[in-house]
């Protein structure tokens, strides 16, 4: 069973080159409004094939509540910060986090802390448990997409990844530096506060430094 432990021993580890650094404790984004993803850029050079993943549930029990995007290359800083339309969920709650893989390999996968996603009107309610199933007191709930909501993340096909950067950035580039994922409507369907963490197969480390728990 997977366990977010606190060594930054451990963070070298893992492919930790790739950090999460946004969103951070207490970042709260409404729903439809843009949410912003940040990270430092892997020079490793092994994190070419980043997915985003929207989260919830426990620390040992998460759950996927969407796919934020696809095919990002980690080692490029032109992608970061990354942002997109937050999607309406249920509930609106400090409960969700973003999970980050390179291609399939969930193992080494590394996280955000958790954060708010509210109401269009800015309401939220507080997380479903104030602890998590081993007793320790972190905050969690599970959340899910409302039924109506549509979403389609922003895939992209590495077979070129010149071409790709440039068809990406001529869309979704803002004079800012910043990216954005712009779903139409019509789209088909398709952790605890604290700092950052990075996992293996069976240990995790805050890169940070801090206690997760």
């Not at 193992?107 to 081993?134: C, K, L, M, V």
Request: net charge negative.
């Amino acid at each position: 069973m997977l366990r977010l432990l606190t060594s930054t021993v451990l963070a070298g580890l893992a492919l930790a080159d790739f950090t999460p650094t946004a969103p951070g404790p207490g970042d709260s984004f409404a729903a439809g409004s843009d949410c912003t993803i940040a990270w430092k850029p892997d020079e490793s050079g092994q994190w070419t094939n980043v997915s985003i993943h929207l989260m919830s549930g426990s620390n040992d029990n998460m759950t996927e509540v969407t796919t934020v995007a696809s095919g990002l290359d980690g080692t490029d800083p032109s992608f970061s910060p990354y942002n997109w339309t937050c999607p309406d969920v249920n509930p609106h709650s400090a409960i969700y986090f973003y999970q980050f893989t390179n291609g399939n390999d969930r193992q080494d996968s590394t996280w955000t802390t958790r954060f708010t996603i509210t109401s269009p009107d800015g309401n939220y309610e507080p997380p479903a448990h104030d602890t998590q199933p081993d007793g320790d007191a972190v905050p969690w709930g599970e959340g899910s997409l409302v039924a109506d909501h549509q979403f389609s993340a922003q895939a992209i096909d590495t077979g070129n990844p010149s071409s790709d950067r440039d068809a990406f950035s001529s869309v979704h580039h803002h004079l800012d530096g910043s990216h954005t994922n712009d779903v139409p409507s019509s789209s088909t369907p398709t952790p605890h506060y604290g700092d950052y963490v990075t996992s293996s197969v069976g240990q995790s480390s805050n890169t940070a430094g801090s206690s997760l728990y």
